[in-house]
């Protein structure tokens, strides 16, 4: 089982990059799939989630209206559009599936998702 996460780099601010998750080893439509990132110094924190079909999203409300989660099951794929990108976005990046197919009420704690790539590095700064 493994998540390959890429997409990461330098973008000025107000720029976009787009993360990918590719899984291997799992059918990633088994699970509904989220979006962590981690600071320097600090804790690792919810972006964004997609439930196993792709009709029901959830964001941080520090992202919402910026960020945007997809998914292509066929492709065993989750990527993450991040727009209007700002300093403090800068962090690394992890995707992670979740324990269920939906999303219940603990979609938001990085506790409940059981694998995790291997982050990729988000950077914004002119």
């Known amino acids: 089982v493994q998540l390959q996460a890429s997409g990461g780099g330098l973008v000025q601010p107000g720029g976009s990059l787009r993360l990918s998750c590719v899984a291997s080893?799992?059918?990633?439509?088994?699970?509904?799939m989220g979006w962590f990132r981690q600071a320097p110094g600090k804790e690792r924190d919810f972006v964004a989630a997609i439930v196993w079909s792709g009709t029901v999203t959830r964001y941080a409300d520090s992202v919402k209206g910026r960020f945007t989660i997809s998914r292509d099951n066929a492709k065993n794929t989750v990527d993450l559009q991040m727009n209007s990108l700002k300093p403090e976005d800068t962090a690394v990046y992890y995707c992670?599936?979740?324990?269920?197919?939906?999303?219940?009420?603990?979609?938001?704690?990085?506790?409940?998702?059981?694998?995790w790539g291997q982050g990729t590095l988000v950077t914004v700064s002119s």
């Open positions: 992670a599936s979740y324990r269920h197919p939906y999303l219940d009420g603990a979609y938001d704690s990085k506790e409940f998702y059981t694998y």
């Open positions: 080893g799992f059918n990633l439509n088994d699970y509904a």
